[in-house]
């Protein structure tokens, strides 16, 4: 089964700071890549994805992501952190499941993002 | 975003109590999911409905009954539960796009407390 690592639990920087997320996954075939945001009390919300195409991928709120296959990664960046930007931020891995054609989400365990005003 | 709306928001219950958590979806989706978020473990998988049908049962107790009546409503029963099921239930749906090119859309939860 693919396994999602996320490399940092907690992340604490300071406003205008730049952030980045290591995201790694297991599955050696074609992935779908997906970054939720996870804002204290509020609902998982997608911040970008990948399909296929420019490895560079954009999001809302000034985030991008770059997938580099050959390392199995994913990861999240954003030049410049705003306070509220503080959340939890989780990777996800789209991959079809061990002997099947069946896709299955697959999440990391998250990272908490801190920012210091 | 009201796109999957869940209730309750919030839910105490004890051992021996039966309860229903409802999921809506208003994104015309044809699938629709049951995760349990605990804190700093990954999002647990624990069914997938795809047009009512079940397709996904990821080794849940059975304590835990799904029911989808339609696309667009998902139910999750809880009877006798324990207090480690304590955790944040989520919902999600997804328009079940092959190809792993889906995305799922999530509602804001249900934090449940198992006394």
């Known amino acids: 089964a693919q396994s999602v690592s996320q490399h940092n639990h907690h992340v604490i920087l300071s406003e205008a700071a730049s952030l980045e997320l290591g995201c790694n996954y297991s599955y050696g075939g074609t992935v779908n890549l997906f970054w939720y945001v996870q804002y204290p009390g509020q609902h998982l919300q997608l911040l970008l994805k990948y399909f296929s195409g420019d490895p560079l991928v954009k999001g809302i709120k000034g985030f991008e992501a770059e997938f580099i296959k050959s390392k199995f990664s994913f990861n999240l960046r954003k030049p410049s952190v705003q306070w509220s930007d503080t959340a939890e931020y989780f990777c996800?891995?789209?991959?079809?499941?061990?002997?099947?054609?069946?896709?299955?989400?697959?999440f990391g365990a998250g990272t908490t993002v801190t920012v210091r005003a | 975003e009201t796109g999957v709306t869940q209730t309750p928001r919030h839910l105490v219950m004890g051992m021996t109590n039966k309860k229903s958590l409802k999921c809506e979806q208003h994104?015309?989706?044809?699938?629709m999911y049951w995760y349990k978020q605990s804190a700093k473990k990954p999002l647990e998988l624990m069914f997938v409905?795809?047009?009512?049908?079940?397709?996904e049962n990821n080794s849940v107790p059975s304590r835990f009954s799904p029911e989808c009546p339609n696309s667009s409503h998902l139910f999750l029963h809880l009877h006798t539960l324990q207090p480690e099921d304590s955790a944040l239930y989520l919902c999600?749906?997804?328009?079940?796009?092959?190809?792993?090119?889906?995305?799922?859309?999530f509602g804001p939860g249900t934090r449940l407390t198992v006394l």
């Open positions: 999600a749906s997804s328009p079940r796009q092959a190809g792993g090119h889906d995305t799922q859309y």
């Open positions: 994104l015309g989706h044809n699938a």
């Open positions: 409905y795809s047009l009512e049908e079940r397709v």
């Open positions: 996800a891995v789209n991959a079809p499941a061990a002997g099947s054609n069946d896709y299955k989400l697959s």
